[in-house]
């Protein structure tokens, strides 16, 4: 079965320390990944993406995420947290088992606290 | 672009009321999706649509019903509020290459007593 897990309910880094949040999945062939943020009574805002080549990707307001495949992990992360940072993280992968639809399958999410 | 608009924000029900929450976008996308979220559970998929006048369904589709008349337009039904319809509603839609990331709704906070 295909799936996400996060596995931590809550980060806690203080302001200018190094943040991961971890992200790992199960899915069959070459996985599309993707990270969202929900800041509070928001909407979700895709931040970046893996989809092919580059290991490293950059996304939006500084972070960064590593695709590692033999250890199926796509962790977040960012060189110097904000407390502006500090909201729910999702991290999910493209449903490829069937060739129409576009569904994406959401870990249950990460809360980020960054204190200053 | 407006993007993706739900409305309303926020309702409460009585436990049998129906309703319909609405969702538009005005990016002419293929694909669309409804998803709830609930504390500790991420968003689980309810309904979705690869195209007008095709809808198929999700991890939880039970007592939701959807319709795509148009490409623009994607209403959630519930037929008859339970309180385990107590969530967030998120609309979603994105172009048919799932290379492309969804765009989400602000979401509609639903309480049904």
């Known amino acids: 079965a295909q799936s996400v897990a996060q596995p931590e309910d809550q980060v806690n880094v203080a302001e200018g320390n190094p943040l991961t949040v971890k992200c790992t999945y199960s899915v069959s062939g070459n996985p599309y990944l993707f990270w969202y943020v929900q800041y509070p009574n928001r909407g979700l805002q895709f931040l970046l993406k893996?989809?092919?080549?580059?290991?490293l990707v950059k996304g939006s307001y500084g972070f960064e995420a590593e695709f590692n495949k033999s250890q199926t992990s796509f962790h977040l992360k960012k060189p110097s947290a904000l407390v502006s940072d500090s909201a729910l993280y999702f991290c999910a992968v493209r449903d490829m088992r069937s060739s129409n639809t576009g569904k994406l399958i959401f870990g249950q999410g990460t809360t980020l606290q960054v204190k200053p | 672009n407006a993007g993706v608009t739900q409305t309303p924000k926020f309702q409460v029900l009585k436990t049998g009321q129906s309703m319909t929450l609405q969702c538009a976008q005005d990016m002419n996308h293929e694909y669309m999706s409804w998803y709830r979220q609930d504390p500790g559970m991420g968003l689980r998929l309810i309904h979705y649509s690869v195209g007008a006048g095709i809808t198929d369904q999700g991890e939880v589709p039970n007592g939701y019903n959807v319709s795509r008349s148009t490409t623009e337009d994607f209403p959630l039904r519930l037929l008859s509020a339970a309180p385990s319809q107590t969530s967030v509603y998120f609309c979603?839609?994105?172009?048919?290459?799932?290379?492309?990331?969804?765009?989400f709704g602000p979401g509609t906070r639903l309480l049904v007593l």
């Open positions: 979603a839609s994105s172009p048919k290459d799932r290379q492309v990331a969804q765009y």
């Open positions: 893996y989809i092919t080549g580059d290991n």
